[in-house]
């Protein structure tokens, strides 16, 4: 098949794709196979069955099924569930916002897809040697930002610094000096807590790129799909950030809900309404399904003690033995970990191992437990020849537990194997 140029760059080797192709093999597997890679939520029995009871009941309220399966939404999704969640920002953080600020879209990465091309890349009145592009000012950052631009050069990325912290942990921040420095940018974009590394950027680090991205006439993005208010898995101290320049991004993913495919984003009027335009195009309208079961959950707040008392425990008490298991089983071993502050990732840094990221990643996984290679986490930078992206890779700890336990100690055995000269 002679494919078009937009077309071989998505069917090209890709982070996104390699992680989905490990995905299908774990789910074909049954079982077999440690998933210490993909970004899965865990199956908490607690969550699951608030979802369960939410969905008999939206079976027994008369006609709900039938409307969420049997008709379409607006582009910009079921208002009913904006409205819901609009009122819930407005009692719980202040913000000034309606159902006419909230868009959803199906799933987080399509509001990327979308938002990306809206805002940067070639356009009339841009002049200048280069089109605006993504400004990533924190790296490592999500590997699904290196493929959602349908331009190439759609994104650019500064190093984080690095912060070594005592007990085998570092924390990554913010360049500044290297974030001022970019030209061309039509939008700074943040994960926050950051996926893959679990860093949550400080209340200071954002308020300061809200600032700068407000002085350059840029919006702010915030992925916020692991974050506050919900699904709330930050282990320290933030507070949710939006304003009418930022772009806050968010999901039910996390919660629990990921086959329901349902993204939300928050942002002033003029861009939601792109973004309603843009699904009209792309898929005529979101899915239904999501929203009906979650509009009650977020009317009522439920949402917020779910995340607040049942989710984020969880991944917290999984944080801390999973670091536990690794420094115990590297002890005396020159490696390093993300302090773990939210989402359901470590980060494992190896600085000077004798096998680069991507050879560990292929030993793992000839031994049935799939992480991510920590190389694929570095958008906007493949043309810096920084060592660190070859040193670290990602694990979840979102799998059954027994699981992660068994390819953690896998991890230990082929990190001590590479150091020692095997």
């Known amino acids: 098949m002679n494919l078009s140029t937009f077309g071989r760059r998505l069917t090209s080797e890709s982070g996104t794709r390699s992680l989905m192709d490990d995905l299908g093999e774990i789910a074909a597997a049954g079982g077999d196979i440690v998933n210490l890679g993909g970004g899965n939520p865990s199956l908490i029995p607690a969550a699951e069955m608030v979802f369960r009871v939410r969905m008999q009941a939206l079976m027994q309220h008369d006609g709900a099924f039938e409307r969420a399966i049997g008709t379409y939404d607006a582009p910009e999704g079921e208002r009913g569930f904006a409205r819901a969640l609009a009122g819930l920002l407005r009692r719980e953080q202040g913000w000034d916002v309606t159902e006419r600020n909230i868009a959803l879209t199906n799933g987080s990465q399509s509001a990327f897809v979308a938002l990306f091309n809206l805002i940067a890349g070639p356009a009339p009145g841009r002049e200048g040697p280069r089109a605006p592009r993504i400004l990533l000012p924190l790296s490592p950052e999500y590997i699904g930002y290196a493929d959602v631009g349908l331009t190439p050069g759609l994104l650019i990325a500064r190093r984080s610094t690095i912060t070594e912290l005592g007990d085998k942990l570092f924390k990554y921040a913010v360049d ?145 033995r999973a670091v536990d298991l690794l420094r115990e089983g590297l002890e005396g071993y020159e490696v390093r970990i993300h302090k773990p502050e939210g989402a359901f990732f470590l980060w494992l840094w190896l600085p000077g191992l004798p096998i680069t990221n991507a050879v560990l990643y292929e030993r793992l996984k000839a031994r049935g437990v799939i992480v991510v290679s920590g190389h694929h986490f570095f958008p906007g930078l493949e043309d810096d020849d920084w060592p660190h992206k070859h040193e670290c890779i990602r694990i979840s700890y979102a799998d059954d537990w027994r699981r992660i336990e068994r390819g953690l100690a896998v991890i230990v055995e082929e990190v001590r194997r590479a150091r020692d000269g095997a």
């Open 176 to 320: 500044f000096e290297g974030v001022e420095a970019v030209e061309d940018i039509a939008a700074i974009c943040v994960s926050r807590p950051t996926n893959p590394t679990g860093n949550v950027v400080t209340d200071d680090e954002l308020a300061r790129l809200g600032a700068i991205a407000r002085a350059r006439g840029v919006p702010l993005i915030v992925d916020n799909a692991y974050g506050l208010p919900f699904p709330g898995i930050v282990f320290g101290d933030a507070a949710p950030f939006w304003d009418e320049n930022t772009v806050l991004c968010m999901s039910l993913s996390k919660l629990g809900l990921p086959g329901l495919r349902t993204g939300i984003v928050i942002a002033n009027e003029e861009l939601i309404a792109a973004l309603g335009a843009v699904n009209a195009v792309f898929c005529l309208a979101p899915g239904s399904l999501g929203p009906a079961l979650a509009t009650d959950l977020v009317e009522g707040g439920e949402v917020l003690a779910l995340a607040r008392d049942v989710i984020r425990p969880h991944y917290a008490e999984r944080a801390e």
